[in-house]
């Protein structure tokens, strides 16, 4: 898969999902600031000790002004760093060295719940992002032995988004014992966490390292145009298959 560059460039040979703007996506605003000295050593001018002192209060208070406008620029423009609040190292590019395209689909009360495009990808990579809204998940790392979870995808999406559109209201991105996604986790609603129709287990449970996918022959949607590729390293493809599935069903009891 073609490296993409962050925010809106090709991908896999595809076209990558327009980035959402924000104050911490923009390069750090750097600005230099500074005050003449004033005259004289302690010595007042014509207008005796009064004008000294405003001259010279005026000038400490332009100091202390500009130096908020650098802190003020500072914590609310400087770009993303690397690891914040992201479980893994956010990488400056694609790595290949693990390249796998696990599926994801989620439904609330047979309602499907669209997972969005470029989760996990700000001013760099996390190596488990989307480039597009068809729930494919792509797992690009430099690590082929990490076994990256479905709760990992679950954290990294609530950190690029905090919240997701559902029916047209917003929720929060969250997986708990007693919550998913906003909805209540009790005696009358239950999340079903499947693989290939079969029950998986927690999210943690859930390795999509092993559950690709894609391959080089799949055309059509959810693996065209972003992951038409063969999963990578192909021992993974060997040990564990391919075309897997991913389900995550929020039920209300019956």
């Not at 998986?200 to 799949?218: Q, W």
């Amino acid at each position: 898969m073609a490296n993409k560059e962050p925010n809106g460039k090709k991908a896999d040979g595809g076209q990558g999902q327009p980035s959402r703007t924000g104050a911490n996506r923009t390069p750090a605003a750097r600005r230099r600031t500074g005050a003449q000295a004033g005259r004289g050593g302690g010595q007042t001018q014509s207008g005796g000790l009064g004008a000294f002192l405003k001259n010279n209060i005026i000038l400490v208070g332009t100091g202390v002004i500009a130096v908020a406008v650098i802190v003020v620029a500072l914590v609310f423009i400087r770009p993303q760093t690397a690891n914040a609040g992201f479980p893994f190292p956010c990488l400056s590019s694609e790595s290949t060295a693990l390249h796998t395209h696990p599926y994801v689909k989620i439904s609330i009360d047979g309602e499907p719940v669209t997972i969005p495009a470029e989760v996990g990808i700000t001013s760099c990579f996390e190596p488990v992002h989307t480039h597009d809204t068809t729930g494919i998940i792509h797992l690009e790392g430099p690590d082929p032995s990490m076994n990256y979870t479905l709760a990992d995808f679950i954290t990294i999406w609530r950190v690029t988004y905090q919240t997701a559109n559902i029916g047209g209201k917003s929720y929060p991105v969250e997986f708990t014992p007693s919550s998913f996604f906003g909805h209540p986790i009790d005696a009358t609603h239950e999340v079903q966490v499947l693989v290939d129709g079969q029950s998986a287990g927690a999210p943690d449970k859930v390795i999509l390292t092993h559950l690709d996918f894609c391959n080089s022959k799949m055309t059509t949607p959810p693996c065209f145009p972003t992951a038409v590729s063969e999963p990578y390293p192909p021992s993974v493809a060997k040990e564990y298959g391919s075309e897997h599935t991913i389900e995550i069903k929020y039920v209300t009891k019956k």
